[in-house]
Nanobody, 124 residues
Framework: QVQLVESGGGLVQAGGSLRLSCAAAGRIFSNYAMGWLRQAPGKEREFVAGISRSGGVRTYADSVKVRFIISRDNAKNTVLLQMNSLKPDDTAVYYC?????????????????WGQGTQVTVSS
């Protein structure tokens, strides 16, 4: 199994930035493609960004393209989500997830392991 722990969430004003971090433990981190997904109140969980095992492939939801950047450091077993130009619509619980399927997977069903989530609140 892979254990995932997110950090870095918080309250920020619209237009601001936050960086989320996900620390992984348990298995060889580089064997997993990683993703960030989010769930807003009253809404279904949705894909935000994904990154392949090597970091060479990155995919983004249209709603966050240009504003968010996903990256990973396989030596440190971490995956990051840099979020810029935040909007109130970005308010959600953000989850880190891991999958054995390579590539930047956008389907929630592809992910095998999930963290507990970190709250991001963007005020207007």
């Amino acid at each position: 199994q892979v254990q995932l722990v997110e950090s870095g969430g918080g309250l920020v004003q619209a237009g601001g930035s936050l960086r989320l971090s996900c620390a992984a433990a348990g298995r060889i981190f580089s064997n997993y493609a990683m993703g960030w997904l989010r769930q807003a109140p009253g809404k279904e969980r949705e894909f935000v960004a994904g990154i392949s095992r090597s970091g060479g492939v990155r995919t983004y939801a249209d709603s966050v393209k240009v504003r968010f950047i996903i990256s990973r450091d396989n030596a440190k077993n971490t995956v990051l989500l840099q979020m810029n130009s935040l909007k109130p619509d970005d308010t959600a619980v953000y989850y880190c997830a891991a999958t054995t399927q390579d590539g930047g997977r956008s389907s929630l069903r592809a992910y095998d392991y999930w963290g507990q989530g970190t709250q991001v609140t963007v005020s207007s």
